[in-house]
């Protein structure tokens, strides 16, 4: 595993594979573990799989806006590798730091991929699974652990690595994740995504792939729903996910 160091803040990332790097914005709580199936990947990309502070092993003095820190933190990433443009994939609120990123740094995003997008809470059940996050980090995190690996997992194998990795995170990281992402509005940002973009859904999400309507307006902004699938692309239909990459990557950058 590799490590960044600046400032008060250490964060660990997994660096595998050769080619056009790929680095993975995860959702709060989970951490880099949620991406453990996209690590089939590395056989053609280079990809940087970081745990954000807060999370697995990462530390940080937690700041007003994690938004803005975990943009940092991303930054500091490709500074290390000497990396001057990178595809960014991001899953569920990780779409919202990918947005953010592409907002502060655009020319460092040759490509944007994320699942489950969305702009801005903009229906009544994202809202309540929010809501719902908010309360139970501060209330019983152990039980909101299991939730996450249970609605993650498809398997007792990889369900037990999710909750082990969940049960890593700090409370405060993990309430500031949920509650800044819960505030965040980057309608105002959409237009400013001039690069080759994939937001994918799955087809059952409705609480979250009715979003889409706020980004039709963005050529540069193609669409997926995956047939049968809920919001767990990643994890549940991680076959399918990666097929997605693969085809984005092989249409625009080879």
């Known amino acids: 595993m590799e490590s960044v160091t600046y400032d008060d803040t250490i964060v660990y990332y997994d660096s595998i594979g050769k080619g056009l790097p790929i680095l993975f914005i995860h959702p709060p709580g989970l951490g880099r573990r949620v991406f453990d199936y996209q690590k ?50 991001a899953y569920s609120a990780g779409g919202t730091i990918a947005q953010a990123f592409v907002h502060l740094f655009p020319k460092k995003v040759k490509g944007l991929l994320i699942s489950g997008a969305y702009p801005k809470i903009g229906s009544l059940g994202l809202d309540f ?10 209330k ?67 609480w979250i792939n009715m979003h889409k309507k706020y980004y039709q307006n963005n050529p540069n902004i193609k669409f997926t729903f995956v047939s049968n699938a809920f919001h767990q692309l990643p994890t549940k239909n991680w076959l399918s996910f990666n097929q997605l990459i693969r085809h984005f990557m092989q249409i625009h950058f080879k």
Not at 59 to 67: E, G, N, R
Not at 129 to 138: A, D, E, T
Not at 168 to 193: L, S
């Open 40 to 89: 089939k990947l590395a056989d053609e990309f280079h990809l940087l799989l970081p745990d954000f502070s807060g999370h697995g092993s990462s530390i940080s003095t937690l700041s007003a806006d994690i938004v803005n820190q975990y943009v940092i933190e991303i930054n500091q990433i490709l500074l290390k590798e000497n990396i001057e443009e990178v595809i960014i994939c």
């Open 129 to 138: 699974m929010y809501k719902f996050g908010l309360y139970m980090v501060k």
């Open 140 to 206: 019983n995190p152990e039980k909101l652990a299991k939730i996450l690996a249970f609605s993650n997992a498809r398997n007792k194998v990889y369900k037990g690595v999710l909750f082990d990795h969940t049960m890593k995170t700090n409370i405060d990281h993990w309430y500031a994740y949920y509650k800044d992402t819960y505030h965040y509005d980057v309608r105002n940002w959409i237009d400013g995504i001039n690069c080759p973009s994939l937001f994918t859904y799955g087809q059952r999400a409705y």
